[in-house]
């Protein structure tokens, strides 16, 4: 157990999916030609301005709602300045002292049951750098300005998160609350978030916060937990060895598994921040929030109340369906039609996500529609199909497209469950393995299940296993 | 032949619709005058004649208030394919891809954009001796600057070199020049006319507004350049009037208030006189007249070189040698920041940089910027307060005629203060008109300024066009 205490605050820069730029009429698409989605404003020409876009702004408002912050009643930009390619007019159109919203918070769940509540110190809003692209082996750099002006917010906790893992569950609580709001792909890889991350140790029972390290160039939520556990264990050795930790920028590099210090506290810019001259502050108008909050949808943990409530799901249950937006949706298209929720949810977590996980989908893009497992699942109930047939129809209906029933109809899958015909198959069996039956009658137990195994070889798999099984002791007398 | 270059916009507005006169027919006379004294005068960076002459044969510019008149528009003001160079060596070669809304809006009323006007660099400066083309003479006498930073717009309105032309004014840069060259300079109200397209030195203060030969024509040019731009956010959106319609020839009983801190130390005794005596006409034409008093007018100048410098700082930012303009050819990025920065900015431009980069610096922002802040607010509750009992403020535009090119050159602070009494309706953001109201011994223009509260254009003009049509100073030429 160490000495020391973990404190770890995040900043998460997440990219808002609008259809234009934050200032500017530009397509916010990605993965276009270089420089192909640029204009006079984006590109900070001379003499262009920013005009604030509204798509941008009510997403803002969205998220700071559902992170249930407090919003600024009066909405002001600040610049901040600072030298680099990919910043063309070499300040960033930024929030400083006055950020849209602030105080607000997002709970997770933690170890051993309960809640744990991270604070949320602010969400602005501010615009995006371009990108710089190094050739290979040359003497130059070019840049790529097609991002540049993307709307950005800039999600900051308080230093509440006590642990690696309780980051990395923030930012997978965080990860679903914005998929609910359906205003980011929130795609780590892609960089449409991005997070950086505060951490200090200080000894337990201290109240004073440690000096902070800024931990930076993480690619995924694990990557950041992992970059947190390495921090966390170099700063406790080093304050072991009696070093003292000092304030300064980290890169953490996944392939090695370690960080390495980027620039030092004395280093750092002076950003020389100050309000936005060219864009207007404005009062927010009451109408909007209230209007934006009429819009919001029905949250994760609420829910996942529901679903517990409505469909007496467990609270993991519950808990892994409702994490994100599509898989509860499926969910609920799927129980709409076929009632027993408890199997599907069974099988939506355990086949249908195996499939997604393996193929890397988009559970919106699944071939099987949550109406086609309805269906599937319906057939296990009417006994038309086994649950192992029905493995099997769900694998070939995911790789394929087709329809479950039409699977059962064109392979000949479907069940025997004409009492008659298992009937004459077990007195058939019976007859030919007399040795066996003479095994079971003696006590041999086992030879029970060798006889249903002859049976369903004969039927080559499609017979009732629950008539088989009754058929076949009801001959065998008892 | 009539000299077709020495008319109003109006008066040729006339001619043309009753078809005497032709545009091509002046063009041709303005650039045969152009090409004849600008080499003295120098007040042309770019001169578009066979353009213009293109222009004035298109159909387009035979439609709208400003058919086929010749304006010409200072260098810090896009126009889509031509240089645009705000008279600074960083922007050598750019040539922006769109038009300001300014000219789109006089393409589209059928003006003819003749070219480009010198300015000081990034209009920083009072007296065009900053531009990198080097100064503009002024046409009363060309041993003098013309003032700035609209001091080559305000030379080619004077030396009929154009008929009318825009300029640009952060602190004084077209009230000062237009005083100081005889001629009529307006800066309307903050968010009057947009600002999208011109190359902005201090954000919060810049407007564009039109430097002509009488009051009526800048009430036609501002009619037609005003207005609300969904591209310029701090542009209001409020309707424009026809301000050709607010030209009454009437003060009577307008009440009218005379700054008692304008007429201090300072102040040249020819331009006091003037000052003073068109003071009287207004009353002799009907006005009550009232001295009052703007008990903050002193600090205007000190947060001005707070708050223009600190915008500047980070609005000249860009002009980093990545993307346009001038750079330096280097081995790396931070080299290439720094030489192309210091080839292509000059002096004054350096000078601003510098101050505006402190003043924002932390430990330094409270007490410089935000300090001028708070003067700015007090400033503007002066002027609040005054025109809650007045229509309009009388003062001087510039504490002296036009000095000495060279002679200031050397004292930054003696060229701040050629601002000092037209930088207050910046930092407040009202409208103010400079208006010739006299000629000093030795016959130069001096100029009156007339400032209203906030979107009261039409009062301006109003008491402007009833002095103007009352006095002859607007009708004296330079001897060229």
Redesign the interface.
């Known amino acids: 157990m160490s000495a020391y205490e973990t404190v770890i605050g995040l900043e998460v820069h997440l990219q808002l999916a609008t259809k234009t730029k934050a200032f500017c009429g530009c397509s916010t698409r990605f993965g276009q030609k270089p420089n192909s989605q640029v204009c ?1 404003v984006c ?10 876009n509204e798509e941008a702004f009510r997403f803002a408002i969205k998220v700071a709602l559902a992170l249930n912050c407090r919003i600024q009643s009066l909405v002001k930009f600040d ?1 901040k ?1 600072y ?1 680099y ?1 990919d910043l ?4 960033q159109i930024s929030q400083y002292d006055m950020p849209l919203s602030y105080d607000g918070f997002i709970d997770i769940a933690v170890e051993g049951g309960g809640n744990k509540r991270i604070r949320i110190k602010r969400v602005h809003m501010e615009e995006d750098a371009g990108k710089l692209m190094h050739p290979e082996g040359g003497d130059h ?1 070019l ?1 790529d300005y097609n991002r540049c002006g993307m709307p950005l917010l800039e999600i900051v906790t308080a230093p509440d998160i006590g642990s690696p893992q309780e980051a990395y569950d923030y930012l997978t609580k965080l990860k679903s609350i914005l998929g609910y709001l359906r205003v980011s792909d929130c795609d780590m890889e892609k960089g449409s978030l991005r997070c950086d991350a505060n951490i200090s140790l200080r000894p337990k029972g201290e109240r004073r916060l440690g000096t902070k390290v800024e931990l930076k160039n993480m690619n995924s939520f694990k990557g950041v937990r992992s970059g947190l556990e390495y921090e966390a264990r170099r700063q406790a050795s080093a304050i072991t060895d009696g070093e003292k930790i000092i304030q300064e920028t980290r890169l953490w590099d996944a392939d090695r598994g370690s960080t390495s210090s980027m620039r030092t506290k004395e280093e750092a810019e ?1 950003y ?3 309000p936005e ?4 502050p404005f009062v927010i108008e009451r109408d909007l929030i209230d209007e934006v909050r009429a819009s919001l949808p029905e949250l994760p943990e609420a829910r996942a109340e529901r679903f517990r409530k409505a469909f007496g799901l467990s609270d993991y249950d519950a808990g892994v369906l409702t994490g994100q937006i599509d898989l509860a949706d499926y969910f609920e298209a799927c129980v709409k039609i076929y009632p027993n929720a408890k199997v599907a949810a069974n099988w939506i977590m355990g086949d249908v996500m195996a499939a997604i996980n393996a193929k890397n989908a988009d559970i919106r893009e699944l071939a099987l529609a949550p109406a086609a497992l309805a269906a599937l699942l319906k057939m296990i109930d009417s006994g038309a199909i086994s649950g192992k047939m029905a493995k099997d129809i769900l694998a070939e209906a995911i790789e394929t497209g087709a329809g479950p029933e039409d699977i059962v109809k064109e392979k000949g899958l479907a069940q025997i469950s004409d009492t008659a015909a298992i009937e004459a198959v077990v007195r058939n069996v019976l007859v030919k393995e007399a040795k066996s039956v003479s095994d079971y009658k003696g006590g041999k137990k086992a030879a029970f299940g060798f006889l249903v195994g002859q049976i369903m070889r004969e039927t080559r798999g499609k017979a009732n296993p629950a008539l088989v099984n009754e058929i076949l002791k009801k001959n065998l007398g008892e | 032949m009539e000299k077709l270059y020495s008319f109003t916009a109006h008066r040729l507005k006339e001619l043309m619709a009753k078809g005497e006169v032709l545009p091509s027919a002046v063009l041709d006379q303005l650039f045969a005058r152009v090409e004849k004294l600008d080499p003295g005068i120098r007040a042309f960076v770019l001169s578009n004649k066979e353009k213009a002459k293109a222009a004035a044969d298109n159909p387009a510019s035979k439609r709208g208030k400003l058919a086929g008149i010749p304006v010409l528009l200072k260098d810090n003001i896009c126009v889509k394919g031509e240089a645009t160079t705000c008279a600074s060596r960083i922007l050598a070669g750019f040539k922006p891809p769109y038009d300001a809304t300014v000219a789109k809006r006089l393409k589209a009323e059928g003006a003819i954009l003749i070219g480009k006007a010198n300015m000081d660099e990034f209009a920083f400066g009072s007296s065009c001796e900053t531009s990198c083309y080097g100064p503009t003479r002024n046409p009363w006498d060309t041993t003098c600057i013309p003032g700035g930073s609209s001091g080559g717009s305000a030379a080619a309105v004077a030396a009929d070199e154009t008929i009318m032309a825009l300029g640009s004014d952060t602190g004084g840069s077209i009230r000062q020049p237009a005083a100081l060259c005889g001629v009529v300079g307006m800066k309307p109200t903050y968010g009057r006319v947009s600002r999208y397209g011109l190359i902005a030195f201090a954000s919060s203060l810049d407007q564009i507004g039109p430097i002509t030969k009488d009051v009526e024509d800048a009430a036609l040019l501002l009619s037609v350049i005003a207005g609300y731009d969904e591209m310029d956010s701090t542009s209001v959106d409020l309707p424009v009037p026809d301000y050709s319609k607010s030209l009454a020839r009437d003060v009577k009983g307008m009440r009218i208030g005379v700054p008692k801190e304008y007429f201090i130390e300072g102040i040249d005794k020819e331009v006091d006189n003037s000052v003073r005596a068109a003071i009287e006409k207004f009353k002799s034409l009907g006005a009550a007249v009232k001295e009052i008093t703007l008990p903050h007018t002193e600090y205007a100048v000190s947060a001005y070189y707070i708050v223009a410098p600190a915008e500047a700082s980070s609005n000249l930012a860009r002009f980093d040698g990545v993307q346009y303009g001038l750079r330096a050819l280097t081995e790396d990025m931070i080299d290439m920041y720094i030489k192309t920065r210091s080839q292509g900015f000059g002096n004054e431009a350096k000078r601003r940089i510098l101050l505006g980069t402190y003043c924002l610096s932390t430990g330094y922002y409270d007490a410089y910027y935000i300090k001028a802040q708070k003067v700015r607010t007090k400033i503007r509750a002066d002027f609040d307060r005054a025109f809650s009992e007045f229509d309009c403020i009388i003062t001087p535009t510039s504490p002296t005629p036009a000095f000495k090119i060279g002679a200031r050159a050397g004292d930054p602070l003696a060229m701040y203060l050629s601002d000092v009494y037209t930088i207050p309706a910046n930092l407040a953001g009202l409208p103010a008109i400079s208006i010739p109201c006299g000629f000093s011994g030795s016959g130069l223009p001096i100029g009156m300024q007339i400032l209203a509260k906030p979107f009261a254009e039409e009062t301006i003009f109003r008491a402007a066009y009833t002095f103007e049509q009352a006095t002859d100073f607007h009708k004296r030429k330079p001897n060229l």
């Open positions: 006079p590109l900070g020409f001379p003499g262009s301005l920013p005009s604030l610049r300045n030298y390619p063309p007019k070499n300040f750099s840049v002076d020389r921040y100050f001259p060219d864009l207007v």
